[in-house]
């Protein structure tokens, strides 16, 4: 048994950096762009009677699906390795391009209905934003609060977002969501909120979680340990 | 061991009052005026061929939200807490006023159908708050019958319950959710339905829970013990 | 430690005809009456745009809360003690008739699509019928295959099972579902098979239940045991 | 107690072939027939507002109800068996032509919108193929990523990608599931991309789960075991 358990132990040194970077980064290639590619085809939908209700299922359900199925590999949280999925989904753009023509497309841009303030648009994207980064600190990050229920309720946190904030400014939560469609549709009318509202409600979701609602062994400051 | 536990004992002493009043505080503060304004943005969606489901899904998804999130720290559930927070939540009208103006925000109130009398409106809001607050009861108070999926369980029936009333009352269930948009709209016909209904409802199933439903460890009358 | 564990039962006892009759049976009267009811009033929603979605999502979450807050009461699974549920809930049309007025309510009847012969109306309340019966005895009463997922899975079947009958038939499942808004209606036409489906459909799960899906300790005929 | 086990394990050699063989391929039989004919039926939906809502929920909901209940006796995963179920489920078209008339069902049927290229039909059915065949691969095969949640991820999944695919090939992700109705309404433009499109996805996300996402012991290559 002892003898079996170093062999085991030399696997996993063995294939470490395998699980430990090229896995997680590719989770997060793969799954940021089939993620936001789905969403997409949701988002084209031309069917305006139900507008943000395809969208908002399938950006959530999708994210379920990625969350349940390789949220023991990468996290799917916001955390480093996202900002360089960030910054391939932002090619998706050429995807894009593509695949749809600018016209079928034009609805998955993500923009401020015409009576909406650009502080309103960005207030709007920053709520939410920080209901879905608190959400995922606390069902998938923290110590104590942590479920087995995470992907569920992560997924459709998002639905509920962007169904909240649809009329407004159409729901993006998400830069790279945002930036591929207004290449494409060439749409760029207050585009900054999309990249300031969510950055904000994220910044503000994790010092109030650091501050405030982590378990302890996560909160700071850190309890002096004798 | 024993030292280390003394310390965690010390600690958990030392962050009591912040552990039990501020925190819950805070969650009860911060939840509901995220969850009324979440909710609103999506009951002011302009789109009126799916007039019920936008707002159904976000309440409910974002009550999911904060019950899995906030659940181990301050029940989210009827409390005495909760008093307070319907009492700031009613704040919530000023912040729309800033947010909104009036016409975008119309869709938000809720108000009796055309043919609808008051009583029946009081009648119906009492119902699905009823079913509500027992459901809140039986599968996140009750010892016997909690369960992990208790979030989930918990948002989507306030979906279903406003999804049901929605021809009728508009689906409220929450005085503070009806206060606000009413305060900006000044629309006050048979508004006290929206308080009278909840409240009644939310009485009639902890009594029924208290005297019938509970384990027999929370069950009045207490059987004696010997 | 053993005289309490005597009391404790002596108290079971106490109480059993309480624990064992009366509150089982006050689970149906209030669970059906109170099912029924919060349906109905999604179904009477007058925005033909989204027909289906509304009654099937209000009817699918209310049975998953009611799963959820009494399953370990009653069972809320097809029993002899449903029998009197369904009479009970045929009084509902009273309930009704006094709730509403006719003209509100009439999308409320399940009556067959204007191209549907009743034979294909029975074998489609038929089928979905089998479905939700066949769930039920899976997830919640089979020994092996038993879930704590199950609220939402028989929940949510139910959802779909009305959204795939609601063009043919408009989705019953349920004679009390039919019975009471027909009452008020004067509806009758084929209404025979909204009890003979769903009472077809159940027949035909339990048979295969008991013969074929159930785990050995259920299925029939029995293993000798020596 | 020894005798029992005995006893126990002939009765399951008795009964083996029966539950290694007979129960699985009845399981695929029964389940992929009705959960094409349910899924059919709401398909079939003659509201042209809420089109790919009705039968997105039918068709998910109905395979999450099937997940939960069977899972445990045939996998109801992509297998062997499911070629048989896949086979019968073709003969399905007959079922539809007796049942509906062609007028009522043509909405029933699978096909490419209007401005839609092949290739991009094909892409589009093969990317949202692979996230299913992905999803259930990783919760309801992999060692480690298994979880309980699993049929409400798989059944939301199909959802969601049902959702996201309509507006360009009519979401199928399931040969089944297209020629059926094809049959029917004698419509086979760019059929053959729903097999090469679900085929394709299945494909490459059981490759990339054998060479990368698997368990140590699942993937391919084998790690020697000294």
Not at 137 to 149: E, H, P, Q
Request: with cysteine; proline share 4%.
């Amino acid at each position: 048994d002892s003898s079996n358990g170093k062999i085991d132990s030399d696997r996993d040194e063995e294939t470490g950096k395998f699980f430990k970077i090229i896995r997680p980064l590719l989770v997060e290639l793969i799954g940021t762009c089939i993620f936001i590619l789905t969403g997409m085809f949701g988002a084209c939908h031309d069917n305006e009677n139900i507008h943000p209700l395809i969208p908002a299922f399938v950006f959530g359900l999708t994210l379920m699906a990625f969350a349940a199925s390789f949220g023991h590999i990468s996290g799917v949280h916001f955390n480093p390795a996202v900002t360089l999925g960030i910054f391939i989904a932002g090619q998706i753009g050429l995807v894009m391009a593509i695949l749809d023509r600018y016209s079928t497309c034009a609805g998955g841009s993500t923009f401020l209905g015409p009576a909406v303030k650009w502080w309103e648009g960005l207030l709007i994207e920053c709520t939410v934003t920080f209901l879905l980064v608190t959400v995922i600190l606390m069902v998938a990050v923290d110590t104590k609060s942590k479920t087995i229920l995470a992907p569920i309720v992560i997924g459709l946190t998002l639905t509920g977002g962007i169904l909240g904030a649809a009329t407004f400014t159409g729901g993006s939560l998400n830069p790279a969501r945002s930036f591929g469609p207004s290449l494409i549709a060439n749409q760029w009318r207050a585009h900054y909120i999309y990249f300031g509202g969510p950055l904000l409600g994220s910044l503000v979701a994790g010092f109030l979680y650091r501050l405030v609602w982590a378990h302890t062994d996560r909160r700071y400051p850190k309890q002096r340990k004798h």
